[in-house]
């Protein structure tokens, strides 16, 4: 069973950056992609950003383009999401997830197209 533990989430002031990291057990984590979708309060979860099995292609949602960066180090299973000049719309419970086809060229279509989440971990953006 694919288990998923992120970390990294806090309080912090507007401009900060933050690192979340989610450590993966359970999977041939080399063979998979791996996303970070967020939930704000009173919303629906929406994708953030998507990095495929190699680490040599990625994806982000408009809203987080150029500020957001998603790595992986397939050494340690981790995938990591660095969150720089942070705005309080960011404020969100931040999910790492584990894509459920093997080998994917690129970000799935949709949500449901991953198998396994982890916990959440809460980021506040104060103002």
Not at 31 to 56: H, K, L, T
Not at 58 to 76: E, H, L, P, Q
Request: glycine share 12%; net charge positive.
């Amino acid at each position: 069973q694919v288990q998923l533990v992120e970390s990294g989430g806090g309080l912090v002031q507007v401009g900060d950056s933050l690192r979340l990291s989610c450590v993966v057990s359970g999977s041939s984590f080399s063979n998979y992609g791996m996303g970070w979708c967020r939930q704000a309060p009173g919303r629906e979860r929406e994708f953030v950003a998507y990095i495929v099995a190699s680490g040599d292609k990625t994806r982000y949602s408009a809203s987080v383009k150029r500020r957001f960066t998603i790595s992986r180090d397939n050494g340690k299973n981790t995938v990591y999401l660095q969150m720089n000049n942070l705005q309080p719309a960011a404020t969100a419970v931040y999910y790492c997830t584990h894509d459920s086809l093997p080998g994917r060229p690129g970000a799935p279509p949709s949500l449901a197209d991953y198998n396994a989440w982890g916990q959440g971990t809460q980021v506040t953006v104060s103002s």
